[in-house]
């Protein structure tokens, strides 16, 4: 298949557009800026809040399907300027979801955890009511209405806690920390689900050719704090000499709210059988050990 990939500079994007290629697909790179040395051909230059630029770049590659993985992904930056949020998150997936459902082309969405409010005490199904405490969650929310109306060949990724090789990570920055401090203090009462990009890539190429549209949540199985992940990245790196102190969330400095519990269960992939996500601890040892080699 030929698949275009928006945000393909991105954390998820440089895993997701390797294992499309590995898997044999065509794949066209759209991203707003690309890296020095990456201006390939196969690169494209978009800004998805652009109408014209995103209708243009979609009818001029003729995909099968669009990965939207664009986004603006600093969650206090989109608390701080909201309107910014809502261009990109919301703007930019109404641009991608018109054009695709106008022209028949399957879309995949990558939406956020932090569309839930995290009061619930178990883990979110495909079938609770979204209620975002976050511009960014409020933004990605209003993204996957555009995309639920407008385009009938849809499928809602919904994944949280990401980490991977191409971008800014919590295991990353633990690391770093932990190689210059005695003490770290780490957030103990938020609880997620963490997601290693390559294992989120792997499912999303999985899913390229179901019939079976609409709302999936994919992380790696299994949850912890955020205190539990900075313990199991410092322990697997074999670091010593470094404590992690359990801290509330409330000493955190951030102007945004965020879910206290956003575990999210892959209910619509149990349902189809075809959960088979790897445990998170499993995915960040492989993070660990290729970021060592
Ligand atoms: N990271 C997580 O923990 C997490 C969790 C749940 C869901 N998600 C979702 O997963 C997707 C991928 O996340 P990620 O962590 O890989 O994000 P990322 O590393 O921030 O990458 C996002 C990409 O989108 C591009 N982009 C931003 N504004 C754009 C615009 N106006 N036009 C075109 N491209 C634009 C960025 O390019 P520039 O940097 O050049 O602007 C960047 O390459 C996003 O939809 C995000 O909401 C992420």
Redesign the pocket.
Known sequence: MKILV????????VDLCAELTSAGHTVIR????IRDGLSLPAWVR????STKEVAECVLYHQPDAVI??????DVDGCERDPDLAYR??AL?TWNVAAVCGTHHITLFY?????VFDGSKKEPYTEFDVPNPISSYGAS?LAGERYVASLCSRHFIV?????FGA??KNFPDAILRKAGAQSEIGVVCDQIGSP?Y?PDLSRALVALLESPLYGTYHITNAGHCSWHEFAKKAVELAGVKGVEIKPMPATAWPSPTRRPAYSVLRHYALELQGRDNLPPWADALNRFITARKS
């Open positions: 928006t945000g393909a500079n991105g954390m998820l994007g759209a991203d707003s800026g978009i800004d998805v809040t939207h993985a664009a986004a603006y992904t990109v998150n930019g990558i939406s956020t955890d932090f990605k919904r994944t949280s806690w990401m191409h971008g997601t990009a």
